[in-house]
């Protein structure tokens, strides 16, 4: 197989780091600056239809970057010169890979529990309006939080397993 021109990787590379900072800039900005200024100006209820309105935009983008994170990285992982095959540990460059797909794996489960489980309850329980209960909004918003926070503590991590193959 013959190597793929040099225009070729530079798009393949580049899509990976849109995808990626797409991705892992949502979480930050979510976590960061838009759940703070919801908490500190809005109602419980209010609070949790923005988040969900918000959610409802970012989720198929979400998805749309994971999957190209997926084929892109791919690619990348076949191409790389570092590749000794799956599960292979014979490097530091290996390892850290291994652990920067293990975690992405963890990250697309919770991203799979948000999306299948907690926003459609979120969505279930707003339709109720006045009849919604105070401490279930309360619990599904922490379930909320913990999801994107865990999700942002992982893509942290994910980018400190890729600075670590990097520099091996």
């Not at 798009?11 to 849109?18: E, Q």
């Not at 200024?37 to 209820?45: E, G, I, V, W």
């Not at 191409?79 to 292979?88: E, K, N, R, T, V």
């Amino acid at each position: 197989m013959t190597a793929p021109s040099t225009w070729i990787l530079a798009i393949i590379f580049w899509l990976h780091m849109l995808a990626t900072v797409t991705w892992i800039g949502s979480l930050a900005a979510i976590n960061l600056l838009v759940l703070p200024a919801s908490h500190r100006t809005l109602k419980l209820a209010d609070q949790l239809s923005f988040i969900a309105a918000l959610q409802k935009r970012l989720e198929p983008l979400a998805w749309f970057c994971m999957g190209i994170l997926l084929v892109t990285g791919l690619f990348q992982l076949s191409i790389s010169p570092h590749y000794d095959g799956f599960l292979a540990l014979s490097t530091r460059w290996s390892f850290a890979i291994l652990i920067k797909h293990g975690l992405a794996v963890i990250m697309v489960v919770v991203s799979a529990i948000q999306t299948w489980e907690v926003l459609p309850a979120i969505h279930r329980t707003l339709m109720k309006k006045g009849k919604a209960d105070e401490d279930e909004l309360a619990r599904l918003q922490r379930k909320e939080v913990i999801i994107l926070r865990i999700n942002l503590t992982l893509s942290a991590l994910i980018l400190g397993a890729t600075a670590l193959a990097r520099v091996s």
